[in-house]
């Protein structure tokens, strides 16, 4: 007693199959080797990526975008400057920064 | 968003290298995964693709809190950290959102 499936022969069935794949647009592919064509097929997922957080506008953004056309007085950028030239006439400021190798305080530290 | 962490700000910027680098990356992904292509081209394929940076891989960027900036404990649906979900959701600024009561 034979099986319809030993009956047919190998190469009729990947006959089938190619007339199958040619009739549906898919490509004849019987040793399923990979071909790279998802990378292809999937959707690009940067445009949603970068929509994840919202957009805020600040005050600097503003101002950057007018082109120096329309300017709002940044309060908090004002403030933030003042009190760094407070800073510095108490010398309190930052450091400058290190132009040199020798300048640097993480060489010195090092040794 | 009072205040802007850093993370969040390492994060914007790996998810804008994603969008700017993704054509390029598939392309090469295209030609390194493809085995009817000859192995020595599949091999330099994948050789640019170690070059490109981290802030180019889709998987760096972390959906981290709106308004916390926090990276763990973030329900999706709302982009919100655990506890900035609580506080907006007592203030009802979530539509739909009310606290269980049984």
């Known amino acids: 007693m034979t099986s319809i499936a030993s009956a047919v022969s190998p190469s009729r069935l990947a006959a089938l199959t190619r007339l199958r794949c040619a009739i549906f647009q898919t490509s004849y592919n019987p040793t399923s080797a990979r071909t790279g064509a998802k990378y292809l097929r999937a959707r690009l997922r940067g445009p949603s990526m970068v929509q994840y957080y919202p957009q805020e506008l600040s005050v600097a953004k503003f101002n950057r975008m007018s082109h120096g056309e329309l300017k709002i007085a940044d309060l908090a950028e004002e403030q933030r400057l003042t009190n760094i030239e407070a800073l510095k006439k108490r010398g309190k400021g930052a450091p400058k920064k290190a132009r040199t190798e020798a300048e640097s305080r993480r060489v010195k530290r090092r040794k | ?102």
């Open chain 2, 1 to 102: 968003m009072p205040h802007i962490k850093a993370r969040v700000f390492r994060d914007i910027k790996a998810r804008n290298g994603v969008k700017a680098n993704e054509v390029a990356r598939r392309a090469y992904l295209y030609v390194a995964r493809n085995q009817t292509l000859p192995p020595e081209v599949r091999y330099q394929a994948q050789l640019q693709l170690n070059t490109f940076g981290k802030y180019t891989r889709p998987t760096t960027p972390k959906n981290r809190c709106h308004e916390s900036g926090r990276g763990r404990g973030i329900m999706s649906e709302f982009g919100l950290c655990r506890y900035q979900f609580r506080l907006k959701a007592l203030h009802n600024e979530l539509a739909g959102v009310r606290k269980a009561s049984w």
